[in-house]
């Protein structure tokens, strides 16, 4: 079991699979970012000067003793926005791996060596050679 697990990892597998998770989550990183301090300033700004990650309903003020509970909805607003970026940065990456699979699939292989043989032969067979 530990000689097929061990197979499994160096065969690329899960090298792969942790490529993949680091760089989703490096990629998470910039898009938050991108929503956070590029994207939302303008739109807030466009909306009368709103800071989205600002914008909350409190539920319960704050006293000497205990904070304020409030429900966050400006930050559920930014994190929506980054989901969306995601999805569609990753439909078009998607879409762009299998458009290459399919042209790959449609590309005619080249017929073996012995069929080309054989069709020249008949060829010349029909010319009367």
């Given amino acids: 079991m530990i000689k097929e697990f061990k197979e499994f990892a160096v065969k690329g597998n899960m090298v792969d699979m942790a490529v993949g998770i680091v760089m989703g989550g490096a990629f998470g990183t910039i898009i938050k970012s991108l929503v956070d301090d590029v994207l939302m300033p303008p739109i807030g700004l ?21 904070e304020a509970v409030t429900i966050n909805y400006g930050l559920f607003i930014n994190s929506v926005i980054a989901f969306i970026i995601v999805a569609v ?16 699939e449609e590309a005619p292989a080249a017929p073996p060596k012995q069929e080309v043989l054989l069709e020249e032969i008949r060829d010349a067979l029909k010319a009367g050679k």
């Fill in 46 to 66: 466009l909306m009368g000067g709103v800071d989205f990650s600002k914008l909350v309903i409190t539920l319960q003020e704050a006293t000497a003793d205990k």
């Fill in 89 to 104: 940065a990753l439909f078009f990456v998607i879409k762009g791996i299998n458009s290459a699979k399919k042209a790959e």
